[in-house]
């Protein structure tokens, strides 16, 4: 309720207009265009909707993370595979599951992983060829052989602070969804044909009536608090 | 008077709206539109000024203004949440009155003489702010320096940022556009279509900073120099 009449209290935009027809004559008129919440049953139809398409969305992002991983860990099996199979034939064999768990963990290409394993290692090419002896039972032509993409490395690792601020904004995230969704209207009130002369007056009249419409509102929606079952407005709450 | 007696006769009925077979939801709606509709039938009818009214004007006499107690225009629809319609006589105007100061205090009293100059020139001017009553009223203030002359051409005192491509058009214009920050003026002031135009006729009044950019084209800076010489 606190919120509902903070927003109500908020900004307006006023504009003066004028038109110009196609003789090049000019006719005036004012315009106030204001922001609003919208309540009610609908507001509430349109707020279940979109919690709907959230959710839809979530679900999509789900799936196609899953199925990113699933083609992701099939394609470095491929290419490992092809690579032991290059490696075989230039007698520089290795283990295929250490080299895709390597690739897996250091998020680098497989062949700098496995630069980097043997380097770590210290094995010998003929030392690691002997341990690998006989693990490939398929022949892939080396016209066919491809290397994954180098992905790309953050040498700069994430501040401690930038960590902090990242958990708040994800946590505060997370509490306004709690609080559920608005819906903002924005409305416009435009009178033309005015003279130049009278505009102030009519810019008057045209801000005492959105003051006017909004207390209609918020009576309606206090007095809906209170009664739900209320369906009219009392008189004695409209009248002077 | 007949009309009046109508008017009161329908408000009556309207704050006494208990028709208890409106449905729930439209009920709200249903009172809004019809207080609506009755404050613009009041507007059409009240709000405007009696031909002595408009006869009233500022005395020659600052003192004289400052001592003799104000005429004022009150209108007063006896609604809730309605206030009362109280200005002074003679009305203020804001495009001639709050749009000109506006500018004055923005751009000083040479920038508009240079702005005037452009206008007579039938330059095109875009005018960008912060705030949509600011831009408008400058904008349409700036038809008003014109006066006795009249604008011909193409005016728009809120120009969409979405159709800020315009500004290529050949027909000279007067245009206002908002931006979100000070930071945004810049963004307009490099967009390629904007060079472009400045180089063909257009001069931005900018609100935000209080500067006057000229156009870049061939002869107009020459003519503005010569307009400063004296005979």
Known sequence: MFHFFLFQSQRSCTILLKFTDVHGSLSHGVAITIFEELTGSHAQKICRFLDLHRHRRRARVVISRWLNAKLSDFRRAISTRTLSTRLASSSKRTSTASLEKRSNSMNVSIREAMERMISKTGMSSREMSSSHSGSTDFEIDETTFEITEPAPVYSSPISKDARRLGREAYQAMIDVEDDGDICIVEKSYVITGTSLQDQSLIFCGLQNLINMERLVRNTYSICRSLVPSLHIIPHFVLAR | ?231
Request: glycine content about 4%.
């Open chain 2, 1 to 231: 008077m007949k009309d009046r007696d109508e008017l009161l006769s329908r408000r009556r009925s309207l704050l006494c709206n208990e028709d208890a077979n409106l449905p729930r939801e439209d009920t709200k709606h249903v009172v809004i539109a019809q207080k609506r509709h009755a404050v613009l039938a009041a507007f059409q009818t009240s709000l405007m000024l009696d031909p002595s009214q408009k006869r009233v004007s500022y005395p020659r006499s600052e003192l004289a203004h400052i001592q003799t107690p104000h005429r004022r225009f009150v209108m007063d629809l006896s609604l809730r949440g309605f206030d009362a319609i109280s200005l002074p006589l003679p009305l203020p105007l804001i495009s001639s009155e709050w749009g000109v100061s506006r500018l004055l205090l923005g751009i000083k009293d040479s920038g508009v003489m240079i702005l005037l100059k452009l206008l007579l020139l039938e330059r095109s001017i875009l005018v960008v702010g912060l705030r949509t009553e600011e831009v408008t009223s400058c904008a349409t203030a700036l038809l008003e320096l014109l006066n006795p002359y009249k604008w011909a051409s193409a005016f728009m005192p809120l120009l969409p940022r979405e159709m800020l491509d315009f500004v290529s058009s050949p027909v000279p214009f007067i245009a206002g556009t908002i931006v979100e920050n000070s930071k945004r003026v810049q963004d307009i002031v490099r967009d390629t279509s904007v060079r472009e135009a400045m180089s063909n006729g257009l001069s931005i009044v900018n609100l935000v900073t209080g500067k006057l950019i000229v156009t870049r084209e061939k002869g107009t800076s020459e003519m503005l120099r010569r307009s400063f010489i004296p005979m």
